[in-house]
């Protein structure tokens, strides 16, 4: 395929999501395209909200000029020398793992950048990078002998946020298959959101959100759990495989405009699927849940159906 029309494809489907982007002259996108190009053709994720003027795009690499074209985009889009720094000194935490890259690009062209390192780690070595980040001893306590215990996992991923306006922090998130969590996985989660000070209301909420979406005994569920210099009370499940259906059943029992409903199943039928890869749902004290539909897309692999294993394989989450 031409260099050229290599994000054909890429640049519609942005356009279907946000057509309030303008992708000509946010300059962020151009240099994001222009560094990333080989990385967004094999693997991108693009993820949205109801309401929302923002759009997530992440793509993973791990070789030395993805690392130098992130370090290079983050210096372009402002983050600090300290942010830049931080972000080497965890990065060499993961030696020769893909890391993921997401961008958030908005309508006021405001950024934001998290990574995650696509492989599992342990407490033990999370506890220290907490550390390392001057994370209040007490939270770290708790997410070792609460958390863990409570999601029945000894290993999980990790992940940093960056904002340009500085500051760095730390998501933690658990993979949780459904056939082998069963149903201790609610009740872990509940309790957990109790502790954060989370309202009855929300935790409710979450328990019909769960017992309805969590039925697939293959699905996996993600919980994340996010500090800064402290656990934050704020706390995002993300359930693999929705049907575009179940999803619009949350939105009526929401009573979510039609428009928004209807929005979600034009996107669907032109992206080609029934399902959204991962449904987040974001619950924060004082908010109604916050919700985003996230779709990979892998076009290496429409143009050459022959690489389906080696693509399936490097974007699998591993639990």
């Not at 039609?258 to 399902?275: A, F, H, Q, V």
């Amino acid at each position: 395929m031409a260099e050229k029309n290599k994000l054909e494809r890429f640049e519609k489907e942005v356009k279907l999501l946000a057509p309030w982007f303008d992708e000509v002259k946010d300059s962020y996108f151009k240099k994001f395209k222009e560094f990333f190009i080989e990385n967004l053709y094999k693997m991108s994720e693009l993820s949205v909200s109801p309401f929302s003027n923002s759009l997530g795009i992440m793509l993973k690499g791990k070789n030395e000029e993805y690392i130098t074209n992130v370090i290079d985009f983050m210096s372009l889009t402002g983050m600090a020398h300290e942010q830049i720094k931080n972000f080497k000194k965890l990065n060499g935490h993961f030696p020769g793992t893909d890391v993921l890259l997401k961008v958030d690009f908005s309508k006021d062209r405001k950024i934001k950048l998290s990574f995650y390192h696509q492989r599992l780690v342990s407490n033990r070595i999370a506890a220290s990078i907490m550390r390392g980040m001057n994370i209040q001893i007490a939270s770290i306590a708790y997410f070792v002998d609460v958390i863990s215990f409570l999601l029945r996992k000894k290993n999980l991923y990790i992940g940093f946020n960056y904002k340009p306006e500085g500051g760095t922090a730390l998501k933690t998130f658990f993979c949780n298959a459904i056939e082998k969590s069963g149903y201790s996985l609610c009740p872990g989660i509940t309790a957990i959101m109790a502790k954060l000070d989370l309202s009855s209301k929300l935790i409710s909420l979450f328990v019909d959100f769960h017992n309805y979406l969590a039925t697939e005994p293959q699905r996996s569920v993600f919980t994340s759990i996010v500090f800064t210099d402290k656990i934050e009370p704020v706390i995002k499940i993300d359930y693999e495989g929705i049907p575009v259906d179940k999803v619009a059943e949350i939105y009526k029992s929401l009573h979510m405009p039609s428009g928004e409903i209807d929005k979600l199943y034009y996107w669907c039928k032109e992206l080609n699927t029934d399902k959204v890869t991962y449904l987040g749902i974001k619950y924060i004290n004082d908010h109604p849940p916050i919700f985003k539909s996230y779709f990979t897309r892998r076009y290496a692999l429409e143009d050459d159906p022959s690489r389906l294993a080696e693509l399936i394989e490097e974007t699998k989450w591993i639990s």
